[in-house]
Nanobody, 126 residues
Framework: VQLQASGGGLVQAGGSLRLSCAAS????????IGWFRQAPGKEREFVAC?????????KYSDSVKGRFTISRDNAKNTVSLEMTNLKPEDTAVYYC???????????????????WGQGTQVTVSS
């Protein structure tokens, strides 16, 4: 599967953005899709993920829980990340990643994902 992330931009603190991860390939529905982010000088960190195969397992990092919402539209082969009440510390390059063979315990680990899209920059000004 090939993934392409989009939707980043510059927003003021308290604002909102919607990121999209578009996937190619007929087996998209089988894939876990995760969002990760990486700020300058920091390691890539987990943001949110959603399971494939209709099992509807969703996880969020504590730092975004209650502010971000992940969802998928299998008919359109997309996974979205709705980000609200953005904070300057949310500034990072955001990546979407996919894998079809994860177990739940691996779903927050970047190295567990085999497929990555290019990043999209999110900048939140104070």
């Amino acid at each position: 599967v090939q993934l392409q992330a989009s939707g980043g931009g510059l927003v003021q603190a308290g604002g909102s953005l919607r990121l999209s991860c578009a996937a190619s390939g007929r087996t998209f529905t089988n894939y876990w899709i995760g969002w990760f982010r990486q700020a300058p000088g920091k390691e890539r960190e987990f943001v949110a993920c959603i399971s494939g195969l209709g099992r509807s397992t969703i996880k969020y990092s504590d730092s975004v829980k209650g502010r971000f919402t992940i969802s998928r539209d299998n008919a359109k082969n997309t996974v979205s990340l709705e980000m609200t009440n953005l904070k300057p510390e949310d500034t990072a390059v955001y990546y979407c990643a996919g894998d079809r063979s994860l177990i739940v315990g691996q779903s927050t680990v970047p190295d567990a994902y085999d497929y990555w899209g290019q990043g999209t920059q999110v900048t939140v000004s104070s």
